[in-house]
């Protein structure tokens, strides 16, 4: 299984300086269609393995990096290069639906 980073503030920036995409899952426990989203990111971190580095974030933990990056509903899914957003997602929707939005950004 490809590695998911708990995304919080001691580890942001370092991985934002990864070279390959990053794309971070803003999400909450409490949320039912982050709870539905998150097994297929899971899967999505293992099939894009090498393309993709995938963070998820806690937004009721890390509620700085939630409002530096103006997320206002979840799940939202922020993909960045080079520490620049390039795609944002909001919303659950279905693997093949997400993983087609996620291409579109590789």
Do not use: H
């Not at 806690?58 to 899914?77: C, F, H, R």
């Amino acid at each position: 299984m490809a590695a998911i980073t708990e995304v919080n503030v001691s580890n942001f920036d370092v991985l934002l300086a990864n070279d390959l995409p990053v794309l971070i899952d803003f999400w909450a426990p409490w949320c039912g269609p982050c709870r539905m989203v998150s097994p297929i990111v899971d899967q999505l971190a293992d099939e894009l393995d090498g393309r993709l580095v995938i963070g998820k974030c806690n937004v009721d933990e890390n509620q700085d990096i939630a409002m530096k990056y103006g997320v206002m509903s979840i799940p939202t899914l922020v993909i960045l290069k080079g520490g620049q957003e390039v795609n944002r997602i909001v919303g659950a929707m279905p693997k093949p639906a997400l993983a087609a939005e996620i291409e579109k950004s590789l």
